[in-house]
């Protein structure tokens, strides 16, 4: 059983799926599972990811819609490892982000949830914003309690 369960969602995002799943790939930190959950899309996706040959990921298409809601709750009960991660299907992850991440939870017992700050992208991969954080004003990492965690991601982001 891998310690890290890496979920990425998708519906009809062919063109940025592969992204997120080679990043994903690429980790540093090797002992993850990556599902990707297709929606019941109507596009290339199935053949985006018939091109990896990794053991390490799982497709799973689902017969319907779930919704992006359902489908993260269909993730959920499929995780059978120390963590979970849900990925948006046009996110990139830096190599370190599992080694980092395992680390600090691993450090941390009682920790529930980790977030990171971010780079915006642009579609030729030229960084625009450097380390932008939804939770404003975070500048340094921190261990929140989960009300202050939950509150100050719902008023920023």
Not at 87 to 103: H, I, K, M, S, W
Not at 131 to 154: K, P, Q, R
Request: with cysteine; charged share 25%.
């Amino acid at each position: 059983m891998a310690r890290v369960t890496v979920f990425i969602p998708t519906y009809n995002r062919a063109d940025f799926l592969p992204h997120a799943v080679a990043g994903v790939l690429a980790q540093t930190y090797g002992d993850f599972r990556l599902i990707v959950s297709d929606n019941a899309s109507d596009d290339d996706t199935p053949n985006v990811i018939a091109r990896f040959d990794d053991p390490r990921l799982e497709y799973v298409r689902q017969p319907e819609n779930l919704g992006l809601l359902g489908n993260h709750n269909w993730f959920l009960e499929q995780v059978d490892s120390d963590y979970a991660l849900i990925l948006p299907d046009d996110d990139l992850v830096y190599p370190e982000l599992l080694d980092r991440t395992v680390a600090e939870l691993d450090s941390k017992p009682r920790a529930g949830v980790v977030h990171a700050a971010f780079d915006i992208v642009d579609e030729e991969g030229n960084v625009l914003l450097w380390h932008v954080n939804w939770t404003y004003g975070l500048d340094s990492d921190c261990v929140d309690s989960t009300d202050e965690f939950i509150a100050a991601s719902m008023r920023w982001s």
